[in-house]
């Protein structure tokens, strides 16, 4: 296993759909800036659905779209994410989608994890990736 790490920024932007008529339930697009060992910009949607009733608990499920240079390896690779939030607990899973990886990274494989300290973002991307030919 290699390890990625660094900073990034995101950006998300609230989606309308008036036909869902559900305050609970949302959809955002995400912009993504992935610094440090992970050079790359990443596109995506978030779909989300929280409790009416209790504070603190819901879901989030998103794919984005990775466009970079990983390592010095350069293509592009999809993510799926799944957040789960039970009255403040969270837990996340962040994962490569199988065979998503194109150029470079074509057989890239692995998760992220993310931090969040003082309201910066981090990242640590622990992954396999066959070696380059």
């Known amino acids: 296993m290699k390890h990625a790490t660094g900073p990034f920024d995101v950006k998300l932007a609230p989606q309308t759909d008036e036909k869902v008529g559900d305050p609970t339930l949302g959809r955002m697009s995400i912009d993504k800036q992935y610094h440090g060992d992970l050079e790359a910009t990443s596109k995506g949607q978030m ?3 929280m409790s009416s009733d209790v504070k603190g608990s819901g879901v989030y499920v998103a794919v984005e ?3 970079g240079t990983l390592h010095g390896r350069t293509g592009t690779f999809a993510m799926h994410h799944t957040g789960i939030m039970t009255r403040g607990v969270p837990q996340l899973s962040i994962t490569v989608v199988p065979d998503s990886g194109t150029g ?3 057989g890239l494989t692995g998760k992220m994890d993310i931090k969040i300290a003082e309201g910066k973002h981090s990242y640590d991307f ?4 066959p070696e380059a030919k």
């Open 126 to 129: 622990e992954y396999t990736l």
């Open 65 to 67: 779209r990775v466009n």
């Open 104 to 106: 470079q990274l074509v």
């Open 47 to 49: 779909l989300t659905a």
